[in-house]
């Protein structure tokens, strides 16, 4: 199971990315966003797996809170 996160509202592409160890475009791709500036508040985004290194181990979900 991939893991996701849910758009918080002022959240950007880049900043989830960010947050998350990916870029821009893999998020993007994962989801089939085709304008990384149309994503809205509410939506849940698939991170994308693999190719990191870091601590996320997969599966589970976060839930993107503003401050984040």
Same mark, same amino acid.
């Given at each position: 199971r $991939?893991? *996701? #996160? *849910?758009?918080? @509202?002022?959240?950007? %592409?880049? /900043? +989830? $990315?960010?947050?998350?160890?990916t870029?821009v $475009? /893999? %998020?993007a791709? $994962?989801n089939? +966003?085709a =304008? @990384?500036? /149309? +994503? !809205?508040?509410?939506?849940?985004l #698939? %991170? @994308?797996?693999?190719?990191?290194?870091?601590?996320?181990?997969?599966?589970?979900?976060? !839930?993107? !809170? @503003?401050g =984040?």
């Amino acid at each position: 199971r $991939a893991a *996701t #996160v *849910t758009v918080a @509202p002022g959240d950007s %592409l880049s /900043a +989830i $990315a960010a947050r998350n160890g990916t870029s821009v $475009a /893999a %998020l993007a791709r $994962a989801n089939g +966003i085709a =304008d @990384p500036n /149309a +994503i !809205r508040a509410g939506q849940r985004l #698939v %991170l @994308p797996g693999g190719g990191g290194g870091g601590s996320s181990s997969g599966g589970g979900s976060y !839930r993107v !809170r @503003p401050g =984040d």
